[in-house]
């Protein structure tokens, strides 16, 4: 067994209420390493071409990865995949909190929930074993009533629960999947295809210990960092005002999204800053498994006019920024309640923000009328609207049975020219970041396997300074670039900075802590026994990057769907700061740059047999659009996994 390792994957079959444990060998463990790396694998192996991500075939994936669950810190996190409900293609969404750690010690590397249950059912995970449980009791509950009630039922409040709410149940195509109530695998609608199979939730709990190759280096190596943590003033920053500490700065900078991305600065941006929060809702700080920084919001609301529970934590900036300027709100309380809302129907709060941002633009063109929202001025600004039409959206009721479709289909359906007003790729709602202001991130939008995120992307600004940082150099990153151009040294820049946080999904690793590039080998040297370097790394992320795209091809999207929606075309209303609009040719060519790079086909992004042979995954080409056979089953040859 690879040390890092639980050294087992569980297998549920919901439809025959089956359970089977797989011992893969080592080999497989090196070469995909965990998290997104599993879900490629997997979701190209098992999941039939064409097949309804909402349909018994789809195939639910709770991946770790070698860092998880070990006690440094960063290393909560884990990841959740499936074909999207939202996209048609990959799904992938990460989440930090402790359900990826507990998942490790309870025994399993991961878990493959296939077919679809009569009944509700739930998954209870212990100590190296499994059952299915009903769930009968639990549908229709809240996240917090479902978690308090299985935590009841197991005598054990220490119990981990991921579970869907409301929003899951009624198959809302971004709904996501909630665990331990704060923490949100988020995008791509994992919580529709949980709710699709009839899953209300997956409990875990495990007391074993992770061997590791080196005990005492893994020791040092988080005694340092939980040293000097406060060294960094990033780190400072996330744990004193959480992620919406920078709320102020990107207005400052005019790159804060503003009424659906209309503008890029806010006039109530300080009313919904960190430093408000901080100073204002703020009751506590959260925190993920062996995390020092603590960068978790958790807020308490309870006046005339909102009350929202702590046991739900607190708006992190995302959904400020979503909630708040997107939808023209400035009041703190009420993006607590739509963050409150979201978190109990198990809701991502940036594509459910988008959804009610492209409605009230929609209201105020004319396009929906109140005819259409069942009496409610669904203007910007409007804090009480916003938080009803997130009801709805999580009800599937009235309106919000249409936004629950996501704003590219609920367009699609409404016509008259609300298309304009979409702020999506591949059908997945834009996060809170103007890539106006930043063109590498553009890219990074257009081109990314699970539609627009921010997370697998790059931050322009790292490349505009005099001197690059050392971590870059090491790269092989020297060349300054100006945050608003687009050219081959920043497609450069960006295919190789990118590859580098795509290997954070596969090890587990939290993106928020500063491990510099060094640091970071010497944990997965320590971990796991490899004596591993930055290249093969790398070459682990860009295989995870190609099976995804490769995947992708499969089901249907190519180079037309590797674009920006319109309104990145077109200047901000008001003209503020830094903004400059993106050129739909300058995109196309540096698209072009982008695939050859990576070792695709310059013109159509399908990778070439040479870089599946090089990224030792020569079996994907089957599934390339051009093939007419696909792999066999498990009994394969080129197949990795054996069932014990």
């Not at 997130?390 to 479709?405: F, K, M, Y």
């Amino acid at each position: 067994m690879p040390k890092g390792y639980a050294g087992r994957i569980l297998r549920v079959n919901l439809t025959e209420k089956r359970l089977e444990i797989e011992e893969p060998p080592d080999s497989f463990y090196r070469r995909y390493v965990g998290g997104n790396g599993f879900i490629g694998y997997y979701l190209l192996r098992e999941v039939p071409r064409g097949a309804d991500p909402l349909g018994p075939d789809n195939l639910l994936i709770f991946a770790a990865g070698p860092i998880t669950g070990i006690p440094v810190a960063g290393a909560g996190r884990h990841a959740v995949g499936a074909k999207s409900p939202l996209t048609g293609g990959y799904g992938e969404a990460d989440v930090g909190g402790f359900f990826g750690a507990e998942m490790k010690h309870a025994g399993f590397d991961a878990i493959l929930v296939t077919g679809r249950s009569q009944e509700a059912v739930y998954l209870w995970v212990h100590d190296g074993e499994a059952e299915i449980r009903s769930a009968d009791h639990l549908w229709g509950l809240s996240t917090l009533d479902c978690q308090r009630a299985i935590q009841a039922e197991l005598g054990d409040h220490r119990a981990r629960i991921a579970a869907i709410g409301r929003g899951g149940e009624r198959l809302v195509r971004y709904a996501c999947v909630i665990h331990d109530l704060k923490h949100a695998a988020g995008r791509t609608g994992m919580g529709a295809v949980m709710g699709s199979k009839n899953l209300k939730a997956v409990a875990i709990r495990g007391k074993a210990a992770i061997a590791v190759a080196d005990p005492k280096a893994v020791k040092g190596l988080g005694k340092w960092m939980a040293q000097h943590w406060k060294e960094n003033s990033w780190s400072q920053s996330l744990h004193d005002t959480g992620t919406s500490g920078g709320v102020e700065d990107l207005d400052a900078i005019g790159a804060l999204p503003t009424r659906n991305f209309q503008d890029g600065q806010f006039e109530g941006a300080a009313k919904i800053s960190g430093t408000t929060m901080r100073d204002t809702i703020l009751v506590d700080r959260g925190g993920c498994y062996a995390c020092p920084i603590r960068c978790k919001r958790v807020v308490e609301v309870n006046d005339q006019d909102y009350q929202v529970d702590r046991e739900y934590g607190g708006p992190e900036y995302e959904t400020i920024a979503a909630f708040g300027s997107n939808c023209g709100v400035d009041d703190l309380r009420a993006i607590s309640k739509a963050n409150e809302t979201c978190q109990a129907y198990g809701l991502d709060t940036i594509s459910t923000g988008v959804a009610v941002s492209f409605a009230m633009e929609c209201f105020e063109e004319g396009i929906l009328t109140t005819e259409d929202t069942g009496g409610l001025e669904l203007r910007f600004g409007n804090a009480e609207a916003m938080v009803e039409i997130v009801r709805q959206i999580g009800e599937r009721e009235g309106l919000g049975d249409l936004l629950a479709e996501g704003p590219q289909r609920a367009a699609a359906r409404i016509g008259r020219g609300a298309e304009r007003f979409v702020l999506a790729v591949k059908g997945q709602p834009f996060p809170m970041h103007e890539c106006r202001t930043r063109h590498g991130q553009a890219l990074g939008y257009a081109v990314s396997p699970t539609g627009a995120d921010h997370m697998h992307n790059i931050w322009d600004g790292v490349l505009d300074r005099d001197v690059l940082g050392e971590d870059l150099q090491s790269l092989g990153i020297y060349r300054s670039v100006s945050q608003t151009e687009l050219n081959a040294d920043k497609v450069r820049a960006y295919t190789l900075v990118t590859n580098w946080k795509w290997l954070d999904n596969h090890l587990g690793l939290c993106a928020f802590i500063s491990w510099s590039s060094d640091q970071k080998m010497e944990l997965i040297r320590a971990i796991t026994g490899w004596q591993t370097n930055v290249w093969e790394q790398l070459k682990v992320a860009e295989r995870g990057v190609t099976m995804a795209r490769v995947f992708n091809l499969r089901e249907g999207l190519t180079r037309a769907d590797d674009v920006l929606p319109p309104r990145m075309r077109t200047t901000f209303v008001s003209g503020t700061l830094n903004e400059k609009p993106i050129d739909p040719s300058v995109l196309d060519e540096n698209l072009t740059i982008f695939y050859g790079m990576m070792g695709w086909d310059p013109q159509t992004g399908v990778p070439t047999l040479a870089k599946l042979q090089e990224l030792d995954i020569e079996w994907a080409k089957e599934h390339l659009p051009a093939a007419s056979a696909q792999c066999g089953s498990q009994s394969s040859p080129c197949c990795e996994v054996r069932t014990s």
